[in-house]
């Protein structure tokens, strides 16, 4: 087993909640084995482009975001084509809105793995989410402790076993199920897939920041009240505009976003394997 020369922090974070949570456990790696943390955050659309390929000298840690319980399913193209290893160990990580990870962590530890990673852990971490008030203040200290333990576990495994983690030992469900089915506030089905942010033009100052992060590039740079794209609902315009111009108003989606709130205001759990 070759030693670890490079820190590679590896990301989709439309928010910045992933970005935290990756770049805070790659920088306990770089204490602890005084190596310099390397960034990629593949989230703009001009990082769709080229494939990475890693070595087994590199340590990835690798994160992305839970959408209705996997991978979001236009990233998972990304994460499936544009990262390549080389018996290159990785640490899988997912970021969940405190209602539950579901088999998003055991999805991207699966298509680590295809990709000839070897993950030697693995990690599920609370944020605030993207557009529920629920996990408010989340990652916390707790979260901040557990990151901590799990980094000093892993470079203890790195320096006796190295054995990859089965993926057994982090699965939430038997099989890899389809996407959590978001519901209403009646607790029935609801699909808002065609819904996309509104722009209250007497805030808007056409600074064009809502275009410049959106991960799909779906906003119109010209105008940005258009949304002629796909839009993922991952609420980086919303996020980062600066007047508050942006909202979502489609009656489906504020149902399913009340409902997590009424639903899933208690504290979920973070959680780590190695």
Do not use: W
């Amino acid at each position: 087993m070759q030693p670890i020369k490079n820190i590679k922090a590896v990301f989709f974070s439309a928010t910045g909640n992933t970005k935290r949570v990756v770049e805070q456990l790659a920088s306990l790696f770089s204490q602890k084995l005084n190596i310099p943390v390397e960034v990629d955050d593949f989230t703009l659309p001009a990082a769709h482009i080229e494939t990475r390929t890693y070595s087994p000298e590199d340590l990835v840690v690798f994160g992305v975001p839970t959408y209705a319980g996997r991978i979001p399913n236009k990233v998972l193209p990304f994460v499936q084509n544009l990262f390549k290893g080389n018996q290159t160990r990785a640490i899988a990580v997912v970021t969940f809105g405190n209602r539950s990870f579901d088999n998003s962590l055991s999805e991207l530890h699966m298509e680590l793995e295809k990709n000839n990673f070897s993950v030697i852990g693995a990690g599920a971490i609370v944020c605030k989410h993207a557009f529920a008030e629920i996990g408010i203040g989340r990652p916390d200290d707790a979260d901040e402790a557990l990151l901590t333990v799990f980094a000093e576990e892993v470079v203890k495994k790195l320096q006796n076993s190295g054995k990859p983690l089965a993926n057994s030992k982090i699965k939430r469900n038997e099989a890899l199920t389809a996407y959590y089915v978001p519901l209403g506030t009646d607790g029935k089905p609801v699909n808002f897939l065609k819904a996309k942010p509104i722009t209250d033009k007497a805030k808007c100052d056409n600074c064009g920041v809502c275009a410049a992060v959106c991960p799909m590039g779906s906003i119109d740079k010209n105008d940005v009240s258009l949304v002629p794209g796909i839009c993922i609902k991952c609420q980086a315009c919303i996020v980062h505009c600066h007047t508050e111009a942006k909202s979502f108003d489609d009656p489906l989606f504020l149902s399913h976003k009340a409902m997590l709130e009424q639903n899933y205001a208690r504290t979920a759990i973070s959680q780590c394997f190695a």
